[in-house]
């Protein structure tokens, strides 16, 4: 009876390290995408580009998922706006960001999980970056 129990809770904690790693991971892609986006965001007087933000972990559902985006009312228009001529930066920022990441995005986040766990990050040892 006690091997059982001692099994469950190794069991447990280890559902809860993965969780956590996960959220953790979740936070890196988002922060990955960001710098992403910032590279190619356009500039004019910078306040666009300073403006951008990622959420923390938000659970919904049986989802999670973090936000990323930028804080300025113009932000939308600079994004769309294919026929605007920038000298620095790009249409589509954030899409081609997030693009650039979707490509790899399972093998990404597996490998930060795994890289998580391993470095104890998010898993009740080390706190996620950022939250």
């Known amino acids: ?5 001692t099994t469950t809770l190794r069991l447990l904690s280890s559902v809860a390290a993965y969780d956590g790693a996960t ?5 890196q892609v988002g922060e990955m995408i960001l710098a992403g986006a910032k590279k190619r965001t356009p500039v004019d007087t910078g306040r666009l580009r300073s403006t951008g933000y990622r959420s923390p972990v938000t659970r919904a559902g049986f989802g999670r998922y973090v936000e990323v985006g ?3 009312h113009y932000a939308a228009k ?3 706006a294919i026929h605007f001529r920038h ?7 954030l899409l081609k960001a997030v693009d650039a990441i979707g490509q790899s995005f ?7 999980v795994a890289s998580n766990v391993a470095g104890g990050i998010a898993t009740g040892s080390i706190p996620a970056k950022g939250d």
Not at 23 to 27: G, S
Not at 106 to 112: D, H, K, P, S
Request: a negative charge; proline letters at 0%.
């Open 78 to 80: 600079q994004h769309w």
């Open 106 to 112: 399972e093998a990404t986040m597996g490998r930060l």
């Open 70 to 72: 930028f804080g300025t």
């Open 87 to 93: 000298t620095v930066g790009e249409a589509l920022f």
């Open 23 to 27: 959220d953790a991971a979740l936070v």
């Open 1 to 5: 009876m006690i091997g059982e129990k």
